[in-house]
């Protein structure tokens, strides 16, 4: 595709590095000049593209309504552009902005796809929308747009979060989950060894990467909570700091695996609560316990410190009772993500591996085999 398109329109006063303009147009003028780029990872696992799936019902809903004589849609789409667009001004605030068309369009569907998805087949109608137009000075500019227009909205935030490691210059709620959401893609898309040395190599469920079925959300907590009080606080600033991370994660979940395989392999997070968001998040804490009471810091290290996880009744992944205190006894998947859980859980699990003893659910199981304990103020 060749030539120009052109459109007239208004420029905003804004930021002195951005140009924002704004213009009417149709679906075919606006698909002529922009694309629509689901996000997805190459074969090297790279990451491209940032748009979510279509949902095919919401666009045949906005569809049947823009059908109809009155219809309106006063919200504006919203256009990326790196190059290929020039902006020539008229006078004022008034702009002639003139897209170049070559072998791909240049602009880029930032929010809005939905409605231009529906309005695209109404050819008959010469339905026009606003659009609002960014000109952006590279790509990382333009990833760093969208993640700042879609957060306040309901997009899957485990898109957002997949982004976010590709972007500088965020609001410091975004990025202080950036280093997570790398790590955590690190873990998951690169592996040079068996499957137990990188346990969660295809696991993890990200936008790019639906199948997967450990929550990226659990493990990007994991990672945060060791950055800013656990482990990998103690290396931070280490030159090899990623490669220390990755291993040292890798190392002590491989330790789980070899420990509880039957917990794992095979698994989901309905299936086994160690593949279960409370089951990862608390076993977060105990890597804190492992690393800094223990001094474990390899694979071999953590296997023989959590070797006390598999004495009977002190751990209840796919089956049997969780032995938490006298009033808190559950069956194995009764253990939810909620705060209240989640303590309760890692309470547990980081008792039994700081004291190396299991003597306390050895003796609330003992307890409960001679039936309810008596209060005395019973008769």
Same mark, same amino acid.
């Given at each position: ?10 420029? +905003? *006063? ?19 000049? /922009?694309?629509?780029?689901?996000? #997805? ?25 823009? %059908? ?15 190059? #290929?667009?020039?902006?020539?001004? &008229?006078? #004022? ?7 170049? !068309? ?10 809005? $796809?939905?409605?231009? =998805? ?23 500019? !333009? ?9 306040? *909205?309901?997009?899957? %935030? ?11 210059? !965020? ?8 280093? +997570? ?36 959300? /659990?493990?990007? %907590? ?26 040292? &994660? ?12 039957? +917990? ?6 309905? =299936? ?17 316990? /492992? ?6 810091? =390899?694979?071999?290290?953590? &296997? ?31 253990? $939810? ?26 003796? &609330? ?8 304990? $008596? ?5």
């Amino acid at each position: 595709m060749t030539g120009k398109v052109i459109f007239k329109g208004v420029v +905003a *006063k804004q930021s002195k590095k951005h140009t924002v303009i704004s213009f009417p147009a149709n679906a075919v003028d606006i698909f002529k000049v /922009a694309k629509i780029e689901r996000a #997805g990872r190459n074969d090297q696992g790279d990451l491209f593209g940032f748009q979510r799936p279509q949902v095919s019902n919401h666009i045949l809903e906005i569809r049947d309504y823009l %059908k109809k004589d009155d219809a309106v849609l006063p919200n504006s789409v919203v256009l990326a552009f790196v190059d #290929g667009v020039s902006v020539k001004s &008229i006078e #004022g605030p008034f702009c002639e902005i003139r897209v170049d !068309l070559k072998d791909e369009k240049p602009g880029f569907v930032v929010d809005g $796809q939905q409605r231009l =998805t529906a309005l695209e087949p109404l050819t008959e109608r010469d339905f026009e929308v606003f659009v609002s137009a960014i000109i952006c000075e590279d790509e990382e500019e !333009l990833r760093r747009q969208f993640i700042l227009i879609n957060n306040t *909205k309901p997009l899957p %935030k485990e898109l957002i979060y997949e982004l976010l490691p590709s972007v500088d210059g !965020l609001p410091q709620r975004l990025s202080s989950r950036s280093l +997570a959401a790398h790590l955590t893609t690190k873990i998951n898309y690169f592996k040079n060894g068996d499957a137990q040395n990188f346990p969660f190599f295809g696991e993890i469920r990200q936008h790019t990467n639906p199948t997967g079925t450990i929550s990226s959300t /659990a493990v990007q %907590k994991v990672i945060m909570n060791s950055r800013s009080h656990g482990a990998l606080r103690e290396f931070a600033n280490s030159d090899d700091f990623e490669e220390k991370a990755i291993v040292l &994660i890798n190392d002590f979940f491989g330790a789980l695996v070899d420990l509880f395989p039957e +917990a794992w392999f095979g698994q989901t997070p309905r =299936t086994s609560r160690m593949k279960h968001s409370a089951g990862i998040t608390a076993l977060g804490f105990v890597m804190e316990i /492992a690393y800094a009471v223990h001094g474990a810091k =390899t694979k071999d290290q953590f &296997i023989e410190v959590l070797s006390i996880l598999k004495e009977k009744d002190v751990c209840a992944w796919t089956g049997g009772t969780w032995y938490f205190d006298e009033m808190d006894i559950r069956i194995w998947d009764k253990v $939810q993500n909620t705060q209240p859980d989640l303590r309760v859980l890692a309470d547990h699990l980081v008792r039994v591996v700081k004291d190396q003893k299991a003597d306390k659910v050895h003796r &609330i199981k003992r307890s409960m085999s001679r039936g309810p304990v $008596q209060s005395e103020f019973e008769e």
